[in-house]
């Protein structure tokens, strides 16, 4: 149990009810000057549960745009005595974490829409067209005729679902996509799965059991932590490590020399900034200790490939971030997950195998077994994608989605926002500040006509609230100068805005 200090309050308990939730029992006691994010290690997530529970608790509203100035329970104690001394801290009118996903759905123009009709990167929303910046189809081949004339000789072949589980029948159309996913990644062998949230959830429980270690990037997808509480709940160890630090990375590892097995999982491309994952480095550093990096690479695949040049960052193929680090020895050491639901528009994952014997093994996973199987559709439209992406046309699309990145990324440094994007990656990530600035500038962005997703809390930190803008080769400079001209209204009207 965690210990509590002479000085604990009903926050004390609360905060130390909820550690002991996480399995955070290792927390010494609760006292004032205890940091929220350094000494007990809660990400953005885990503070909304507990800003949650604590609004629930004491009957309070913990105004979320002042919250991130809180760093410290004493500090939050202090901010609720205030509140409950106020009219609105007695169940009064202030918007708190409980009312913040109600507001935003109310507030932000962009959420809840019905599109009516599409015409490439352009979307009819209640009569009017608007400007898709919010789709991830990185490669623009949702629309594509020869993907789209992929599907009916599939159908005509296969029907429009296969009916069967896999275990006792698999259609060849999914020994056909994986052998093409495998020479496509460079990898021995291919599992397909519906989504990558299945194959974490299913894969890393087979990989991590009882007496193993899973050691898993605190900014990893959220989907990743999921899989990791069952890993967790079944027995084995689940340790955090911060991100982009190698040295915490190695003294976790060096704690983890004991387990049977240990798993480093990460993301390859990280979601809000493009950020990619030092995978060679990672995977040496992995190597040292006997451990295996499992990389989520849902955003990379498609992108990224190998050979990258000056000219051409993203390389060349679009086999992913395994194919573009350059990694060829070892390869038995990296797990490699990815979907393709976003370059290539087709509702399918995969994860890489070293062997046929690792590939039977993970057929085991209970997500591969017991969900339903992938639409035909999109096994035919995922095998026509790929044949795209190794042809001139493929780099033609990513040589676009270059130009196009660079034109927004560049105009709106120059406009003096502060833009979150390395590499040019297609993810392009504006900082806009608090949520109540950021639901203003998604308001201005829908008066110019164009569908952004907004990054709020707790996506991201509560202080960071973004607008991010997905480009895909199915857009066009038009539609990017409209978007900049956007954000030029954006800067003259919120000038709290943390500018550059």
């Not at 209970?366 to 190794?390: E, K, N, Y």
Request: charged letters at 20%; one cysteine or more.
């Amino acid at each position: 149990m965690l210990e509590l200090s002479h000085e604990s309050s009903e926050l004390s308990v609360l905060v130390a009810d909820f550690l002991s939730s996480k399995g955070r029992t290792h927390i010494g006691p609760i006292i004032h000057s205890t940091s929220l994010s350094d000494d007990l290690a809660l990400d953005s997530l885990e503070k909304f549960e507990l800003m949650l529970k604590i609004e629930n608790s004491l009957k309070v509203a913990i105004d979320p745009d002042h919250a991130f100035q809180i760093d410290s329970v004493g500090e939050l104690k202090e901010y609720l005595d205030r509140q409950q001394q106020s009219e609105d801290g007695a169940g009064g009118s202030a918007t708190g974490f409980y009312d913040l996903e109600k507001y935003l759905a109310t507030t932000v123009p962009q959420f809840l829409r019905t599109v009516d009709e599409q015409r490439e990167r352009s979307l009819r929303i209640e009569g009017r067209w608007i400007t898709d910046f919010a789709s991830a189809n990185y490669l623009g081949l949702d629309l594509h005729p020869a993907v789209k004339a992929a599907i009916e000789p599939a159908i005509a072949k296969w029907g429009v679902h296969p009916s069967w589980t896999r275990v006792v029948a698999s259609p060849a159309i999914y020994d056909d996509l994986e052998r093409k996913l495998a020479d496509f990644v460079g990898v021995p062998e291919t599992l397909v799965f519906p989504t990558v949230t299945l194959t974490h959830m299913g894969v890393l429980p087979l990989l991590v059991k009882a007496g193993d270690s899973l050691l898993l990037d605190e900014h990893g997808h959220r989907s990743l932590h999921e899989a990791a509480a069952v890993v967790s709940a079944r027995g084995g160890t689940v340790t955090l490590f911060r991100h982009g630090d190698s040295e915490d990375l190695e003294q976790k590892l060096a704690a983890a020399a004991g387990s049977r097995a240990v798993i480093v999982a990460c993301d390859g491309v990280y979601s809000m900034t493009g950020e990619e994952l030092p995978l060679a480095a990672m995977l040496a550093q992995c190597r040292r200790h006997g451990a295996r990096l499992y990389v989520d690479d849902a955003h990379g695949f498609g992108v990224l490939g190998a050979d990258p040049t000056e000219d051409m960052p993203y390389g060349r193929g679009g086999g992913g971030l395994l194919r573009k680090s350059g990694v060829k020895e070892g390869l038995e050491d990296v797990i490699y997950v990815a979907g393709l639901s976003k370059s290539f528009s087709s509702l399918a994952a995969f994860v890489s195998c070293r062997d046929a014997e690792e590939k039977q093994r993970l057929s085991a996973a209970a997500t591969w077994v017991f969900s339903g199987p992938c639409p035909t559709a999109s096994l035919a439209t995922a095998i026509a994608g790929l044949d795209i992406s190794l042809s001139a046309e493929g780099e033609e699309l990513r040589a676009k989605l270059l130009g196009l990145t660079r034109l927004l990324v560049t105009n709106a440094r120059e406009l003096g926002f502060v833009v979150e994007n390395q590499n040019l990656f297609p993810l392009v990530s504006i900082v806009i500040g608090s949520v109540k600035d950021v639901v203003e500038a998604c308001r201005i962005l829908w008066r110019h006509g164009i569908l952004i997703t907004p990054a709020v809390y707790p996506t991201v930190p509560l202080h960071r609230s973004m607008l991010r803008f997905t480009l895909t080769a199915a857009n066009n400079e038009e539609q990017v100068f409209q978007a900049i001209e956007a954000l030029a209204e954006i800067r003259d009207l919120i000038p709290a805005a943390p500018y550059a």
